[in-house]
T-cell receptor, first 113, second 112 residues
Framework: SAVISQKPSRDICQRGTSLTIQCQVD?????MFWYRQQPGQSLTLIAT?????????ESGFVIDKFPISRPNLTFSTLTVSNMSPEDSSIYLC??????????FGPGTRLTVT | GENVEQHPSTLSVQEGDSAVIKCTYS??????FPWYKQELGKGPQLIID?????GEKKDQRIAVTLNKTAKHFSLHITETQPEDSAVYFC???????????FGAGTRLTVKP
């Protein structure tokens, strides 16, 4: 498995501002992922972040809105830009281990007012 | 792409009873099927998984079964306890772990 931490754990932000979420893992991993979980909903993949390459975004998510950095094998950031109330969600990072498994961090609970 | 359906959306059982959650998937190429448990205020926790070359896997009180022909898989929890109360998500993945699709989730409540 993996021990994953996220910062901040929660935040309340004003519309129009940006928030950067950090994800740290206790071991080197090739693949890191960012998900959004809207209240009471399932998990939706935002993008895949591999070290040394540009993040790959899923349909409906764009780099200008959700820029991602992956500077090394244990760390990644997701920025939620120009926020609106519709961005209020839980943002989760996960890491790929082995061929199949994904392990999730505790999440960042974002409220946009 | 892959589509995963999960039923029921809510499930309430009495402590000690069994709980069963079912998922179906659309893409026959899917070969990895994990189950996650998400407690309130926490991230999803991988509790059990199964690969397409296995029909059943058990870990203490939880088990997962897979029917590749019918393209469905199920989570079975026996002797349920109040601490089993959570939202459970199934998922299906094709070939590698950057293509994982999740079901809508099942909110399980175990009443003492």
């Amino acid at each position: 498995s993996a021990v994953i931490s996220q910062k901040p754990s929660r935040d309340i932000c004003q519309r129009g501002t940006s928030l950067t979420i950090q994800c740290q893992v206790d071991s080197q991993v090739t693949m890191m992922f960012w998900y959004r979980q809207q209240p009471g909903q399932s998990l939706t993949l935002i993008a895949t972040a591999n070290q040394g390459s540009e993040a790959t975004y899923e349909s409906g998510f764009v780099i200008d809105k959700f820029p991602i950095s992956r500077p090394n094998l244990t760390f990644s950031t997701l920025t939620v830009s120009n926020m609106s109330p519709e961005d209020s969600s839980i943002y989760l990072c996960s890491v790929g281990k082995g061929t199949y498994e994904q392990y999730f961090g505790p999440g960042t609970r974002l409220t946009v007012t | 792409g892959e589509n995963v359906e999960q039923h029921p959306s809510t499930l309430s059982v009495q402590e000690g009873d069994s709980a069963v959650i079912k998922c179906t998937y659309s893409d026959s190429a899917s070969n990895y099927f994990p189950w996650y448990k998400q407690e309130l205020g926490k991230g999803p926790q991988l509790i059990i998984d199964i690969r397409s070359n296995v029909g059943e896997k058990k870990d203490q009180r939880i088990a997962v079964t897979l029917n590749k022909t019918a393209k469905h898989f199920s989570l079975h929890i026996t002797e349920t306890q109040p601490e089993d109360s959570a939202v459970y998500f199934c998922a299906a993945s094709i070939r590698n772990n950057n293509d994982m699709r999740f079901g809508a989730g099942t909110r399980l409540t175990v009443k003492p």
